[in-house]
């Protein structure tokens, strides 16, 4: 007997021991990023001091992703969207992957006439899987690898990952299982369910293309209304295969055209907002109640605890002039907006929330980039082992969510934009640039007009007092510091029109001054 006793309790060890010997489930993982909003387009501040425009929209669910989760300060994207979106997917910054403006249509370059410069021949397809299509960023997408890991895999919203038609185009390609409305659409025709989205084929090629979403024509129905019950219809599915879902949430809203979501607009209109403002104020509110409504669902099912959620934009808001009398995004205190070098341009109101591991309303000054949510995310899906055929310039911030005291100030950030983007930016320049951050300082290059500027964004957030002739030295080494990293990405540049050279690099403009 005594001998059937320690048998049992050998298998009993053993059986433990296995359990122990499991690997933890991995996390649900939701990124919800918007399309065009500005650092200041909420109630949630994202500085020191509430703002006016703080004090204008109302986002209630940035609020209470605020409150359970970590708030970053010095969170960066690209200029303009597309590049954004192929660091996402790629972990590579866009001197690298050279992907450097918006997307359209195959092998045409989206670029704006320009009399003094040239756009180089850049990757106008947007990213490829495979390495054979032209004119792309040959990459191993973040999905792919999420997917060959188990992941249940939902794009839901816009994609704009490359052009019509290429690979990029369709989702389904880059290791996504289910594609939500998903195409080389950069923005809808319409945002009205009743009028189909705006579907006409003859007038909107490649807006024209919104798969899955043909249901909903003809009804009375928001466009970011119909986006969220889709993707919860999607986690279901994920959930019914018991599988981990990686949700891509990535809003068309808050993009032109600003059309109005009645469902709150009267709010705005009672606070005094002309009609327009109004619309793109109800269009920024309908993003944050998709948001709420996706929480909703993860505390609904019991998933809050197992889910990761994470909150961006692509780039910074559209302070353009008005077209036809419509809305003007503020990006005040930040200088500039979409399309810009400037704050206003590039800095993004990103939110962190992963149980168990951040703590609930912390905040975090670390500054970082797009590509950095492509290592931080596998590592927080436990995916040690991965292989990709590009390199990953992008670095985990994992152990900033551990630890906000924690700080990199000698890591470089590199944006490089060799591009013209059509539109005016409210006088300030929006093409033909290239720019660094290392600390607090920030060094940004003007290629067209020939000029470097200098700002100190620890003490000068705005941006209003450039110091390049008060420390030329400083100007100098980081005209050094871009030039060594512009060449080891083999970044590209502008040339001349008239004489078809490459524009200088910034220490060679520098040490000329």
């Not at 080389?184 to 490649?206: L, T």
């Not at 924690?406 to 934009?417: A, D």
């Amino acid at each position: 007997m005594k001998k059937y006793i320690l048998a049992f309790a050998g298998v009993t060890l053993l059986l433990a021991q296995g359990a122990f010997a499991q690997k933890a489930p991995r996390p649900n993982i939701i990124f919800f990023l918007v399309d065009d909003m500005g650092w200041q387009d909420t109630s949630e501040p994202f500085w020191d001091s509430i703002t006016p425009a703080n004090r204008k929209y109302r986002t209630p669910n940035m609020q209470r992703l605020a409150r359970t989760g970590m708030k970053f300060t010095n969170a960066y994207a690209t200029p303009v969207c597309t590049p954004t979106r192929v660091s996402f997917l790629s972990g590579m910054n866009a001197s690298r992957h050279r992907v450097t403006n918006w997307t359209n249509f195959f092998n045409k370059s989206t670029d704006a006439k320009d009399s003094l410069l040239q756009p180089p021949s850049w990757n106008v397809n947007g990213i490829s899987p495979d390495g054979k299509q032209e004119r792309s960023a040959y990459a191993t997408p973040l999905p792919q690898v999420l997917k060959d890991n188990g992941y249940y895999t939902i794009q839901c919203g816009k994609a704009h990952f490359g052009t019509y038609p290429s690979i990029g185009k369709d989702p389904l390609n880059l290791g996504f299982v289910k594609n939500i409305a998903g195409s080389a659409a950069g923005h809808p025709a319409s945002y009205f369910g009743e009028k189909n989205f705006g579907y006409n084929p003859e007038k909107y090629i490649v807006q024209a293309d919104m798969p899955g979403m043909q249901k909903y024509y003809g009804q009375k129905i928001f466009l970011s209304e119909a986006l969220t019950q889709e993707a919860m219809l999607a986690m279901d599915t994920a959930r019914q295969l018991q599988q981990p879902f990686f949700l891509y949430m990535s809003h068309y809203a808050v993009h032109l055209p600003f059309q109005e979501d009645e469902r709150f607009m009267q709010y705005y209109l009672d606070q005094g907002l002309t009609r327009p403002e109004a619309a793109y104020a109800a269009l920024l509110e309908g993003m944050d109640h998709s948001l709420g409504q996706l929480l909703d669902y993860l505390d609904k099912n019991g998933l809050a605890e197992s889910t990761i959620v994470m909150f961006m934009s692509d780039n910074g808001g559209y302070s353009h002039p008005p077209r036809e009398g419509g809305h003007n995004t503020q990006n005040r205190p930040l200088k500039g907006g979409k399309g810009s070098m400037y704050e206003g341009g590039i800095r993004e109101p990103m939110m962190v929330r992963w149980n168990g591991v951040t703590a609930p309303g912390s905040v975090n000054a670390q500054y970082m980039i797009m590509e950095d949510f492509f290592p931080t995310i596998l590592e927080m899906a436990g995916i040690k082992k991965y292989k990709t055929m590009q390199t990953v310039d992008g670095q985990s911030f994992v152990k900033y969510l551990r630890d906000t005291t924690l700080r990199n100030n000698t890591r470089p950030l590199v944006w490089n934009y060799p591009n013209n983007w059509a539109g005016g930016n409210l006088g300030v320049d929006n093409s033909f640039m290239t720019a660094i951050r290392q600390g607090n300082w920030k060094l940004i290059y003007f290629e067209k007009s020939g000029r470097l500027e200098l700002y100190n964004i620890a003490e000068d957030i705005k941006e209003e007092h450039e110091l390049s002739a008060r420390y030329p030295e400083k100007t100098k080494e980081m005209a050094k510091l871009l030039t060594a990293q512009l060449k080891k990405n083999k970044a590209q540049l502008p040339s001349y029109i008239q004489t078809g050279k490459q524009v200088p690099y910034p220490d060679e403009l520098s040490s000329s001054r």
